[in-house]
């Protein structure tokens, strides 16, 4: 059974930074891959970026380009979200999630097997 724990989230001022890691137990076999989605008050679950474990390929959604950065740490088994320039439009519970690797579905919540507890990141203005 894969378990995911995320951590790192917290209040932090606009323009600020943070970094949510996500530590994963258990085995994942074959060809697996992860994301970040979060949901903002009010607001459905969205996705914000993803890595396919073997090939390292990532994606991310329009409005993080540039300022976020997901990477994964093997030895360590954990991934990470590396938020830089945040604004108030990031405040959401963010959400570690993994899954049997899928391209058609790689951005979507369908995708994703295995979920985080959440964090919390709160923006201030």
């Known amino acids: 059974q894969v378990q995911l724990e995320e951590s790192g989230g917290g209040l932090v001022q606009a323009g600020g930074s943070l970094r949510l890691s996500c530590v994963v137990s258990?085995?994942?076999?074959?060809?697996?891959?992860m994301g970040w989605f979060r949901r903002a008050p009010g607001k459905e679950r969205e996705f914000v970026a993803a890595i396919r474990l073997r090939s390292g390929d990532t994606g991310y959604t329009d409005s993080v380009k540039g300022r976020f950065t997901i990477s994964r740490d093997n030895v360590q088994n954990t991934l990470y979200l590396q938020m830089n320039s945040l604004n108030s439009e990031d405040t959401a519970v963010y959400y570690c999630?993994?899954?049997?690797?899928?391209?058609?579905?790689?951005?979507?919540?369908?995708?994703?097997?295995?979920w985080g507890q959440g964090t919390r990141v709160t923006v201030s203005s």
């Open positions: 999630a993994a899954g049997v690797e899928s391209l058609s579905l790689i951005r979507a919540s369908r995708g994703y097997t295995y």
């Open positions: 258990g085995r994942m076999a074959g060809a697996y891959m």
